[in-house]
Structure formats: structure tokens, C-alpha cells
């Protein structure tokens, strides 16, 4: 008889999550290692994000289809909607290279010249020069899959900070509170914490962090299928708003890296990003420039790309990327084979199986 591979994930946010899943689904017998009280807690926190297909980078295209298609496994087993339906506008700069994107991975898309801006339903006071639109993109329900992921790692989690993971034999040992476990392989999705887990290992994953944080404002008009907006005008503020409530309008925004750096604090980082969302909102969009909710992360500086990074040392995986909610299915996929077949994917390789 074959021996039961015995796996660690360390963080259980919506990578770990789904790889826990993915292992599970392939026969392993899975711990997940999470430091904070729940999971899902630091970036894959709030109860909404932006999933779309539309990137410059037709293997993320494809990716992000891939990545739909496990949601909806998800949305059955579940029996809950984890995507809405009213797509993703994208404005600005971004759109030639995004259609590109979409065209080039054969995904659907439609261009909207300024005269037909109102059918987009945006809150925008004057319609954008050209819009494409991504009818397969939509506002991911965070806590449709934090419900889902959640029960499928219930009997797996340990809630303990990881201290160290060692190379050990063919395995790795992760130390804990509770002691020094040993597995077969170690995935370390551990977000924020990952770059202090893996950088005596050798492995090079980003580790300056910045601070990020999203405003919820109140959209009174707000007709129910508007759709989520990727805005990239040309000299003003890059931007990303979608419907967080009933009558809630969401905006987040690229900010200069100098105002938001890890060195500046907290406290200076928000305040400076309220007031350049506050001012944008006044300028440019119809809800009212009024934050009644908000929602903070670090991220990794300087600002990363779309996707992912999947680094190996023996045993041990380690990911980083940045905006992997809408790739999380896709991403935890293939942590867990790689970690069963002792491969390394990468994110274009990936998109080349995905067809
Ligand atoms: C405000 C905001 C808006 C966003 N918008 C979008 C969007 O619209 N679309 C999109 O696709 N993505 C978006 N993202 C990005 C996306 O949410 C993140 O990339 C994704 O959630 C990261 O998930 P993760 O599992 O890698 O990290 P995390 O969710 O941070 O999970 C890592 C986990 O590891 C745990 N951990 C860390 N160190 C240790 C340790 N030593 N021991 C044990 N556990 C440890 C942490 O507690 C954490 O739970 C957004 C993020 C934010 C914050």
C-alpha cells in the first residue's frame, strides 16, 4: 500500500485555503497552520473583491478563466453564488492592453465609445473616453468562499504561528508552539509572513511591505447590477470600485509609493489615501464623498503585478503575488500537485495547460 503524504500549508488566507482543499481532494493528510484566531484574516479580509478576466497578459486571462471554473465547483458544493453577474468596466489607459489580453486568450469583450457610456451604469459624472467591457468579470462574495474553505479545513486547522520551517531528509520540519512537526512537503502561503519564513532557506520572496487601504462610501442611486470599475485616467488616480452593500460604493487607489511606504506608518498612509480618494470622489464620481467604512492591508513594495510567483527549495513551496483572490482556486490547484509530483509551476506554464 502507498503511504498517505503527509502535507503542511502554513496561512490559511484564501491561497493556503485552497490549497488545503486541492491536498485534501488528492488523498493528503493536510495540517494548516494559521497565526491569527480565524482565517481569512489579513489579506484576504472584507467581504468583497473584484474578480475579472481582463489583464494585459492573456496567460492571466486564461488563468482567471480557469480560476471561474473552480469557483462555480465551489458554487455547487456550496449552493451559494461565490461571482455576481454584472461583469467589470475598465477605463482609461488600461483598456488597449487589456482587450488585447482578452482577444489574445479568445475571451469575450465589447468596447463602448462615450455615446453609450450610460448603459456601463457607472457612477461616473462624465463617461470615459472608450470602456471595454469584461462580462465575465464580477464581485467575488469573500464570505461565500470563507464559508466554503473554511469548512473544508475546520478539522485540519492548528491555530499557532509557524516559527521556522527546515529542510529535513526528503521532508521539512515546521516548529511551532506545540512542537516540531514533520511532513513530506510544506507549502508556505503565509501572505505578509512568508518572506521571514522562507528567506534562510534561500528562497528570494519580496519583503518590503506598504500599506494599503480601500474606503466604502454611500451610493445612494445605485441601480443593483452596477458593475466593478478598473479606472486608469491618464494623469489622475488609478483606481478600483465595486458595489460593496446594498447602496455601498467601494474605492481603492494606486497611491504615490512614497505616501503609503512602510516607514510612513499606518496612521499617515490612511489619512493620506482618504484624502486623495476623498478628492477624487468629489471630481469625478456621483456617490457621496462620505467614508463610512474601510478596510486595511499591507501589501508588497514596490507595487507588484497581477499573479504569481511559486518558489521551491527541496520539499518546501513558497508563493507570493499580488491580487490573487480572483487566481486563488487556480493558484491552490497547483501548489497542491506540485507538492505531490515535486514540480514547480509558474504561472505561464500553467495558462499553457489551461489551453
Ligand atoms: C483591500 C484589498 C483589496 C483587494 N482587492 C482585490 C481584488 O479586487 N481582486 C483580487 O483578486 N485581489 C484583491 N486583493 C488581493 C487579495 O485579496 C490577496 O492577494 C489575497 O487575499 C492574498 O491571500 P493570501 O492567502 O496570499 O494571503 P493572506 O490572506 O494574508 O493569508 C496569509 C495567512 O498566513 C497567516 N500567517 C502569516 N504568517 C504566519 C505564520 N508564521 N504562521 C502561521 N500563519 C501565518 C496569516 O495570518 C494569514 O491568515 C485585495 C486585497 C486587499 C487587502
Redesign the pocket.
Given at each position: 500500500m502507498t503511504a498517505v503524504m503527509r502535507a503542511a500549508v502554513?496561512?490559511?488566507?484564501?491561497?493556503?485555503l485552497s490549497t488545503v482543499a486541492a491536498l485534501r481532494a488528492a488523498g493528503a493528510e493536510v495540517t494548516c497552520?494559521?497565526?491569527?484566531p480565524a482565517?481569512?484574516?489579513?489579506?484576504?479580509?472584507?467581504s468583497t473583491?473584484?474578480?475579472r478576466l481582463a489583464h494585459e497578459d492573456p496567460a492571466l486571462v486564461r488563468l482567471a478563466r480557469w480560476a471561474r471554473a473552480i469557483f462555480g465547483e465551489w458554487e455547487s458544493a456550496a449552493g451559494r453564488r461565490m461571482i455576481g453577474p454584472e461583469g467589470c468596466v475598465v477605463s482609461g489607459t488600461a483598456v488597449a492592453g487589456m482587450a488585447a489580453g482578452l482577444r489574445a486568450a479568445g475571451a469575450r469583450s465589447e468596447l463602448v465609445e462615450p455615446a453609450g457610456a450610460a448603459r456601463l451604469r457607472l457612477p461616473a459624472r462624465e463617461p470615459p473616453a472608450v470602456s471595454l467591457i469584461d462580462p465575465e468579470g464580477g464581485i467575488?462574495d469573500v464570505d461565500a468562499v470563507r464559508a466554503h474553505l473554511g469548512e473544508r479545513a475546520a478539522d485540519v486547522l492548528v491555530h499557532e504561528?509557524?516559527r521556522s520551517v527546515e529542510p529535513h531528509g526528503a521532508g521539512a520540519v515546521v516548529r511551532s508552539a506545540s512542537g516540531s512537526h514533520r511532513f513530506d512537503a510544506v507549502v508556505v502561503?503565509?501572505?505578509?509572513?512568508t518572506p521571514?519564513?522562507v528567506g534562510s532557506l534561500g528562497l528570494d520572496v519580496p519583503s518590503t511591505l506598504a500599506h494599503?487601504v480601500?474606503f466604502t462610501l454611500p451610493d445612494p442611486g445605485a441601480p443593483p447590477d452596477r458593475p466593478c470599475w478598473i479606472d486608469d485616467p491618464a494623469g489622475g488616480l488609478h483606481t478600483?470600485q465595486h458595489r460593496s452593500g446594498p447602496r455601498q460604493w467601494t474605492v481603492?487607489a494606486s497611491m504615490d509609493p512614497a505616501l503609503v511606504a512602510w516607514e510612513v506608518g499606518r496612521e499617515a498612509a490612511e489619512a493620506a489615501s482618504r484624502r486623495a480618494v476623498l478628492a477624487h470622489v468629489r471630481e469625478r464620481l456621483t456617490v457621496e464623498p462620505r467614508i463610512v467604512g474601510s478596510?486595511y492591508?499591507t501589501t508588497t513594495a514596490p507595487p507588484q503585478g497581477d499573479g504569481f510567483v511559486v518558489q521551491r527549495t527541496g520539499s518546501v513551496l513558497a508563493v507570493h503575488?499580488?491580487?490573487?483572490?480572483?487566481?486563488?482556486p487556480v493558484v491552490g490547484r497547483a501548489l497542491a500537485a506540485a507538492a505531490v509530483d515535486g514540480s514547480t509551476p509558474s504561472a505561464a506554464s500553467l495558462a499553457a495547460s489551461a489551453g
Open positions: 502554513i496561512g490559511a488566507g484564501v491561497v493556503g497552520f494559521e497565526r491569527g482565517v481569512m484574516g489579513e489579506r484576504s479580509a472584507g473583491r473584484i474578480f467575488t504561528p509557524v502561503a503565509a501572505g505578509a509572513g521571514a519564513l494599503h480601500r478600483y481603492g478596510l492591508c503575488g499580488a491580487n490573487l483572490f480572483k487566481l486563488a
